[in-house]
């Protein structure tokens, strides 16, 4: 079956700008989580989605947000880019949101700010 | 607070050498642990999970709550096991997963 779908696959924008990032899960998945992946800070939770509704935030700022859709697949967006936000940018998705079973990641869309 | 922390940044070894990655963790209660791992050019996968006590690859990993460790261990590395190398925590009824900032692991022939 088809893996973790992330697009784009690569990005560039200019500070000030806003973009948005596309997942779509596994078929049946219905957690999603994204990640920020930088050199300096590693792997930082965004937030997660559970059947179209956040269940959990990072500690992200109010510009970074995101949804889910009825299909499962999720958006997440960033407005007001700042040279920052450069970053590889990482959606997960896992079977019923329990962790335990462990997520699928997709291979990220990366960012680059100009 | 929640952390993880991998002391080291990079291991090398050599092929047929035993590593181990250290992995120790700040949690209050009983948490899940994790290691993936990210070979270059692919995306981050999974390793190993505590819970399920598997090994794969030839990896294993115990979880000590005394010491608060889940280090990961292989008696004979192989230069295929080279690659970043993940710890991860999940805590209580949360979803997200908190990594640690990850350990090259290179196998020199």
């Keep these: 079956k088809a893996g973790v779908t992330q697009t784009p696959r690569y990005l560039i924008k200019t500070r000030g700008q806003q973009v948005t990032l596309s997942c779509s899960p596994i078929s049946g998945h219905r957690s999603v989580s994204w990640y920020q992946q930088t050199p300096g800070q590693g792997l930082q939770f965004l937030f997660e989605y559970f059947s179209e509704t956040q269940r959990n935030k990072g500690n992200f700022p109010g510009r970074f947000s995101g949804r889910q859709f ?27 949101g329990s962790g335990t079973v462990g997520y699928t990641f997709g291979s990220g869309t990366r960012l680059t700010v100009v | 607070a929640q952390r993880v922390t991998q002391p080291e940044k990079l291991l090398s070894v050599f092929k ?23 070979y270059s050019r692919q995306r981050l996968q999974l ?14 990993a115990d979880l000590n709550k005394g010491e608060t460790s889940f280090h990961l261990k292989k008696p004979f590395a192989q230069e295929e096991d080279s690659a970043m190398y993940y710890c991860a925590l999940r805590g209580g009824s949360q979803g997200n997963l908190i990594f640690g900032k990850g350990t090259k692991l290179s196998v020199k022939p």
Excluded at chain 2, 26 to 34: A, D, K, Q, T, V
Excluded at chain 2, 47 to 60: A, D, P, Q, V, Y
Aim: net charge negative; proline share 3%; aromatic share 10%.
């Design chain 1, 70 to 96: 009825s299909n499962s697949r999720s958006e997440m967006n960033v407005s007001t880019l700042e040279l920052g936000d450069s970053a590889l940018y990482l959606c997960a998705s896992s079977l019923a």
């Design chain 2, 47 to 60: 390793l190993l999970r505590h819970i399920s006590r598997e090994s794969i690859k030839g990896f294993t």
């Design chain 2, 16 to 38: 047929g050498a035993p590593v181990e990655l250290k992995c120790n963790y700040s949690y209050s209660g009983s948490p899940e642990l994790f290691w993936y791992v990210q």
